[in-house]
């Protein structure tokens, strides 16, 4: 069975900046494995103001940051699927907010993993498992439907 892994933005950080959870992170999106991996669109905005945020409160250097940007850029011009962000994406996130207390990028990337399973029906050999560094939004994933990991629960 092929695994399909749908990364929010708090997991696909923990790629480029070394934390809690890296590890196992980079040993399910390194290269070499060939898991598909599969991220919304709005990522690229949600992993550069968390890699701003940490430069600013002296986590990284200018230069850690700089490294991080060109990885992830190749990283998503490379390896990534993505899903684009447009008006049935963002009508289903509008949908999940008011079902669930959810911030909207939050909701967006769910909407996002929610279309990439309802595009597996039928494809028996392969699962998602949404990947998130955020116990509610897990929680919330878990009561639609979703499979889930979150990388903060391992080394």
Not at 18 to 46: C, D, F, K, Q
Not at 58 to 66: E, F, I, K, N, S
Not at 68 to 74: C, E, G, K, L, S
Request: zero cysteines; proline letters at 4%; charged letters at 20%.
């Amino acid at each position: 069975m092929v695994s399909l892994y749908f990364l929010d933005s708090s997991a696909l950080v923990k790629r480029y900046v070394t934390e809690r959870g890296s590890t196992w992170i980079r040993a399910l999106t390194t290269s070499g494995v060939h898991n598909p991996l599969v991220i919304a669109r709005i990522t690229w905005v949600e992993v550069l103001s968390a890699l701003a945020r940490r430069q600013r409160e002296g986590g990284l250097t200018p230069d850690d940051v700089a490294q991080a940007i060109q990885a992830f850029r190749y990283d998503l011009d490379m390896q990534y699927q993505v899903v684009e962000l447009d008006p049935a994406l963002t009508k289903a996130a509008g949908e999940l907010v008011t079902q669930h207390p959810l911030r909207a990028y939050d909701a967006v990337q769910l909407a996002s993993a929610l279309r990439v399973q309802s595009g597996l029906v039928g494809e028996w050999a392969t699962s998602l498992t949404f990947l998130a560094a955020d116990d509610r939004l897990i929680a919330i994933a878990q009561a639609e439907g979703l499979l889930t990991d979150n990388p903060n629960h391992y080394p």
